[in-house]
């Protein structure tokens, strides 16, 4: 096991190696930052003078090697709109991002568990037919639509929670039913299947005959087993609900990593960039392993060497 | 004989209340996008600042016309800029999954087929490409190139192609050991001829199914490239700009931003409901 998470861990470190390496010539490829960083009638002198102070006139590998010299040195280089060191722009937003993410996940699993499980226990009935419909209908619409749909219906129309801002709880709400919306369907979509098949299974059939408590078998005896595919496709799927992320905090000004992200790439702040995908590169990574390792726990069938 | 089969499947998905209504929806607002001109007299891009923010169902003032979805903060029709956007999203998605499908099959296949090292490669490419955060990428490529048609499509492609390669791949592991494939083989058909004859039209079926789920993916993720700036750039009536540039009127003209994503969400709901009529037909064990 622990050799297993040794050589995850050092592949994590070459995929990184890679991503940064990619995103580094994406954006060093598409034009000189320095003559962003000056007022629009600078001379090429003095764009030039600047490219040079920055380095940015070095081959690009160099550069390259230069940025993880630095990186490796605990220094992720200084933001070129807002004047401070990266880590601390970083360091700043990503609580945000971590509790907002929190609070989507919680919401879809309480709303998720219970509505899955009902749809499979009582298949083809009222309940189910409409579980299934609204978890496809949340899966048919884009974050940043529902985003706005609710902020017109309750912060413009009946006016109950904040448009903006993270002061209170309220202000969390809507940023939390927004990010949770799409992953609540989707789990209500894969719960309500594996409990299906998992039902069928002939130890449910034992677990009954034998005079188990309904509660039980299927508390016990369904849900932990039908909770593996739940588990691969929370896996699959943190690739989308990053994308939500980004979204929900750009509609509600949301002051994490997401609103960053977009702020720093459309305003050509290489360092920030490079900063946040690194730091999304090692939250999905460590997020993906630990989906892999809590295979082995769920299931002891699955053993890593 | 292969022609009644496909005839059975189409029957098949509209033989369910669900098919029926993803088929009708995809083909409605298809239909209507490809016929915008008949549809509307209006232009997608003419101004019109008198008429600017026009609620919906607003009368021109000579009797000559009728804003049916209003108008937006330029006065341009709301209707027509929805028809023309929805052909956008429609085009965008079909060669995002045309491309993808073509990469993630023959890479799924090739992988299943000849093993070893190549399989290796391949599938170690799919599971690391579901670790790395392909969003900001995306969002990198495009702002950073140009917001071209092209490089949307390529890098939706490239972000959606490793789950044909997935099933690709399992149905052709599960293939080459049938005792059809034994038999061709054993008389002495080439691999070329396996391949083409038996792996490849076997695994179309769940290669559709994920090719219509995939359809509703890109229309959301192109929405949200274009919403969030870094897509397709006003003044392009592509949906995802259109609710960008709306979302500031939420206050005073709520059709602007809500309007477009019903579209978006329909396209998706008829995409997810064939996709998964069309599992239910050929894999009933997934329902």
């Given at each position: 096991m622990l050799a297993y998470v040794a050589r995850r861990l050092v592949q994590a470190v070459l995929i990184l190696l890679i991503l940064s390496a990619l995103t580094f010539s994406?954006?060093?490829?598409?034009?000189?930052?320095?003559?962003?960083?000056?007022?629009a009638d600078a001379t090429s002198e003095q764009i030039k003078n600047m490219s040079e102070l920055m380095g940015l006139d070095l081959p690009i590998y160099v550069q390259y090697g230069r940025f993880l010299d630095r990186l490796f040195h605990g220094d992720f280089g200084t933001s070129y709109r807002m004047n401070r060191p990266v880590w601390d722009i970083i360091t700043t937003?990503?609580?945000?991002?971590?509790?907002?993410?929190?609070?989507?996940?919680?919401?879809?699993?309480?709303?998720?568990?219970?509505?899955?499980?009902?749809?499979?226990?009582?298949?083809?009935?009222?309940?189910?037919?409409?579980?299934?419909?609204?978890?496809?209908?949340?899966?048919?619409?884009?974050t940043f639509w529902i985003a706005i749909l609710l902020m017109l219906a309750f912060s413009v129309k009946l006016d109950w929670l904040p448009v903006s801002g993270t002061?209170?709880?309220?202000?969390?709400?809507?940023?939390?039913?927004?990010?949770?919306?799409?992953?609540?369907?989707?789990?209500?979509?894969?719960?309500?299947?594996?409990?299906?098949?998992?039902?069928?299974?002939?130890?449910?059939?034992?677990?009954?005959?034998?005079?188990?408590?309904?509660?039980?078998?299927?508390?016990?005896?369904?849900?932990?087993?039908?909770?593996?595919?739940?588990?691969?496709?929370?896996?699959?799927?943190?690739?989308?609900?990053?994308?939500?992320?980004?979204?929900t905090e750009t509609v509600f000004g949301w002051p994490g990593i997401g609103r960053l992200s977009v702020d720093a790439i459309l305003g050509r702040d290489y360092p920030i960039v490079m900063g946040v995908v690194l730091t999304f590169g090692v939250l999905l990574i460590l997020l993906n392993l630990l989906v892999d390792l809590s295979y082995a726990f769920l299931d002891p069938r699955i053993a890593y060497s | 004989m292969k022609r009644s089969k496909k005839f059975d499947t189409f029957r098949r998905l509209l033989s369910t209340p669900k098919g029926v209504v993803g088929v009708l929806l995809i083909s409605i607002l298809v239909v209507s996008s490809l016929v915008a001109p008949y549809i509307t007299a209006h232009n997608p891009s003419k101004q019109n600042l008198r008429y600017r923010n026009s609620p919906p169902l607003t009368e021109l003032a000579d009797g000559s016309g009728l804003f049916i979805l209003g108008t937006d903060q330029l006065g341009r029709d709301m209707l027509t800029r929805i028809l023309y956007g929805t052909r956008i999203s429609v085009l965008i998605a079909l060669a995002a999954v045309f491309i993808s499908g073509v990469i993630g099959v023959t890479l799924g296949v090739v992988s299943g087929f000849v093993g070893g090292w190549v399989e290796t490669?391949?599938?170690?490419?799919?599971?690391?490409?579901?670790?790395?955060?392909?969003?900001?990428?995306?969002?990198?490529?495009?702002?950073?190139?140009?917001?071209?048609?092209?490089?949307?499509?390529?890098?939706?492609?490239?972000?959606?192609?490793?789950?044909?390669a997935r099933v690709a791949r399992a149905s052709t592991l599960s293939l080459r050991e049938t005792g059809f494939v034994e038999a061709s083989r054993s008389m002495g058909a080439s691999q070329l001829w396996i391949l083409a004859k038996h792996i490849l039209p076997n695994i179309l079926a769940p290669v559709l199914v994920i090719a219509s789920l995939q359809f509703g993916r890109a229309i959301i993720l192109e929405a949200t490239l274009s919403f969030l700036g870094v897509g397709l750039q006003p003044p392009t009536p592509a949906l995802g700009v259109m609710i960008a540039s709306g979302r500031q009127y939420v206050d005073t003209a709520w059709w602007l931003a809500t309007l477009p994503g019903v579209v978006i969400m329909l396209l998706v709901l008829g995409a997810n409901f064939v996709g998964d009529v069309l599992r239910d037909v050929w894999d009933p064990k997934l329902r």
């Amino acid at each position: 096991m622990l050799a297993y998470v040794a050589r995850r861990l050092v592949q994590a470190v070459l995929i990184l190696l890679i991503l940064s390496a990619l995103t580094f010539s994406l954006l060093h490829l598409s034009g000189n930052p320095a003559s962003l960083l000056l007022p629009a009638d600078a001379t090429s002198e003095q764009i030039k003078n600047m490219s040079e102070l920055m380095g940015l006139d070095l081959p690009i590998y160099v550069q390259y090697g230069r940025f993880l010299d630095r990186l490796f040195h605990g220094d992720f280089g200084t933001s070129y709109r807002m004047n401070r060191p990266v880590w601390d722009i970083i360091t700043t937003a990503f609580p945000h991002t971590l509790k907002l993410g929190v609070c989507a996940m919680i919401f879809a699993s309480l709303l998720s568990l219970p509505l899955g499980m009902v749809a499979a226990i009582k298949r083809d009935s009222i309940v189910d037919l409409a579980a299934t419909f609204f978890a496809t209908l949340g899966q048919s619409m884009p974050t940043f639509w529902i985003a706005i749909l609710l902020m017109l219906a309750f912060s413009v129309k009946l006016d109950w929670l904040p448009v903006s801002g993270t002061g209170s709880l309220l202000h969390y709400v809507l940023p939390t039913l927004s990010l949770g919306w799409y992953s609540n369907a989707l789990l209500t979509r894969v719960i309500r299947s594996s409990m299906l098949e998992v039902l069928n299974q002939d130890y449910i059939r034992t677990a009954r005959s034998k005079g188990l408590l309904e509660r039980t078998t299927i508390l016990k005896h369904g849900l932990r087993n039908a909770s593996l595919p739940v588990i691969t496709i929370w896996g699959m799927q943190l690739g989308t609900v990053l994308m939500g992320s980004v979204a929900t905090e750009t509609v509600f000004g949301w002051p994490g990593i997401g609103r960053l992200s977009v702020d720093a790439i459309l305003g050509r702040d290489y360092p920030i960039v490079m900063g946040v995908v690194l730091t999304f590169g090692v939250l999905l990574i460590l997020l993906n392993l630990l989906v892999d390792l809590s295979y082995a726990f769920l299931d002891p069938r699955i053993a890593y060497s | 004989m292969k022609r009644s089969k496909k005839f059975d499947t189409f029957r098949r998905l509209l033989s369910t209340p669900k098919g029926v209504v993803g088929v009708l929806l995809i083909s409605i607002l298809v239909v209507s996008s490809l016929v915008a001109p008949y549809i509307t007299a209006h232009n997608p891009s003419k101004q019109n600042l008198r008429y600017r923010n026009s609620p919906p169902l607003t009368e021109l003032a000579d009797g000559s016309g009728l804003f049916i979805l209003g108008t937006d903060q330029l006065g341009r029709d709301m209707l027509t800029r929805i028809l023309y956007g929805t052909r956008i999203s429609v085009l965008i998605a079909l060669a995002a999954v045309f491309i993808s499908g073509v990469i993630g099959v023959t890479l799924g296949v090739v992988s299943g087929f000849v093993g070893g090292w190549v399989e290796t490669l391949i599938m170690r490419f799919v599971d690391i490409q579901l670790s790395l955060p392909l969003f900001l990428v995306a969002m990198i490529w495009i702002s950073f190139s140009s917001p071209a048609l092209i490089n949307i499509i390529a890098v939706i492609a490239i972000w959606t192609w490793t789950q044909y390669a997935r099933v690709a791949r399992a149905s052709t592991l599960s293939l080459r050991e049938t005792g059809f494939v034994e038999a061709s083989r054993s008389m002495g058909a080439s691999q070329l001829w396996i391949l083409a004859k038996h792996i490849l039209p076997n695994i179309l079926a769940p290669v559709l199914v994920i090719a219509s789920l995939q359809f509703g993916r890109a229309i959301i993720l192109e929405a949200t490239l274009s919403f969030l700036g870094v897509g397709l750039q006003p003044p392009t009536p592509a949906l995802g700009v259109m609710i960008a540039s709306g979302r500031q009127y939420v206050d005073t003209a709520w059709w602007l931003a809500t309007l477009p994503g019903v579209v978006i969400m329909l396209l998706v709901l008829g995409a997810n409901f064939v996709g998964d009529v069309l599992r239910d037909v050929w894999d009933p064990k997934l329902r």
